[in-house]
């Protein structure tokens, strides 16, 4: 028989295929519920803005057509809204694939990737792949601990990658000390950070990160149209990087790796501010309403600056998240990280929360 899996190159059969939340759809069919939500992969509860639907409807009509390759358009609203230059700019199929090419263009088996612990599972998974050493580095109070990350940086470090907020733990850095590290890590060190849910964030632990780079050209910034934007299920996100580095990534790309209804629901979604608003500020309504329940019922929450929160039960949370599963609500257990006494919930409606909270309360009396 021959053995296809040592013809994979790399690292790749060392690695598992990624875990997404389960769908509705599945739980519906297996348990026979009716009712069910998820609050499992930090989706946007109140969805897309109005405007960009009715855009992507219009748009859908010209679908026989390829997409703009380029996306000029996208390219010249980002630089209408945040002053980027378009040569800067590489679009990606979500900002999945944009991490990916990162790892594609600079990683292989003779340099080592620094990578903070409990970081998204797709950064030492991409690096497993390119058979690249990971250094992982300890949090400090579930928070990236960069004064430790910036010791672990030697002469063969290609990258170093961090998400801020980070998932699945939901913490920011301080800004101010994050500027001081991007500054000082030599230039022939990569830093990437992902932004994915940046728009959450705090005020005071926020600056537009993407202008450090005229200062830092090896600073990559990573962003995406999926959280607060609500166009997860379209697949569109950005990079902003020096013009080399862009220019790199760009020949990686698939052709028209980005699609047309995508690239018209991200121009319209960046002119919907209104929309972008309500649901930042709704989400962090009902963030608090999860500090509150923490509180309340005991429970530590990690200080979360995203669309999800992190709780630890300090018990084996498997089997409250299959209890909740069984009233129709998706979570994520953290099993995959080793984290088997916490569950990642994603901040819903105010009325899945509610449902939530309920059903967190009859499954918690039913351990006591
Ligand atoms: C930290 C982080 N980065 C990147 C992504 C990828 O998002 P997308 O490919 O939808 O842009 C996610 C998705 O959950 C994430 O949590």
């Known amino acids: 028989m021959t053995d296809y899996t040592s013809m994979a190159n790399g690292g790749l059969p060392r690695i598992s295929p990624y875990q997404a939340g389960k769908p509705i759809e599945e739980v519906q069919r297996e348990l026979g519920l009716s009712e069910v939500i998820k609050l499992a992969s930090n989706e946007n509860p109140f969805g897309m803005s109005k405007k960009a639907v009715a855009k992507c409807a219009e748009a859908l009509n010209s679908s026989h057509i390829y997409p703009d390759s380029n996306g000029y358009y996208l390219k010249q609203k980002l630089f209408e809204k945040f002053g980027y230059d378009p040569k800067t700019i590489t679009l990606g199929d979500g900002s999945n694939e944009l991490i990916n090419l990162i790892f594609q263009t600079f990683i292989n088996n003779k340099v080592n990737v620094v990578i903070p612990a409990y970081s998204f599972v797709v950064y030492p998974m991409e690096a497993t792949v390119a058979d690249a050493q990971v250094k992982t580095i300890p949090l400090k109070d579930w928070v990236i601990d960069l004064d430790a990350v ?164 300090k018990r084996d949370a498997f089997p409250i998240y299959d209890a909740l599963l069984h009233r129709g609500v998706i979570v994520r257990p953290l099993k995959g990280y080793k984290l088997d006494t916490i569950l990642r919930i994603s901040i819903g409606t105010h009325v899945e929360n509610t449902k939530l909270f309920k059903a967190l309360d009859e499954i918690l009396k039913s351990l006591k």
């Open 150 to 313: 910036y010791d672990a940086i030697d002469s063969n470090t290609r990258m170093v990658v961090l998400a801020n907020p980070a998932n699945p733990t939901g913490t920011a850095v301080n800004i101010n000390k994050l500027k001081e590290f991007v500054k000082k890590v030599p230039h022939e060190t990569l830093v990437v950070i992902d932004e994915a849910y940046n728009e959450y964030q705090k005020e005071e632990d926020f600056d537009d990160t993407a202008k450090w780079i005229a200062e830092c050209p090896n600073l990559i910034v990573s962003r995406t149209f999926s959280k607060a934007y609500g166009l997860a299920g379209l697949r569109i996100g950005y990079m902003v990087s020096n013009e080399e580095i862009a220019s790199l990534v760009n020949r990686l790309r698939a052709p028209f790796n980005v699609n047309a209804i995508a690239l018209t629901a991200a121009i319209e979604a960046l002119d919907d501010t209104d929309h972008l608003k309500m649901v930042v500020a709704e989400n962090a309504k009902e963030r608090d309403r999860y500090v509150k329940y923490c509180e309340d019922h005991n429970l530590y929450m990690i200080p979360s600056q995203a669309n999800f929160v992190s709780i630890d039960f």
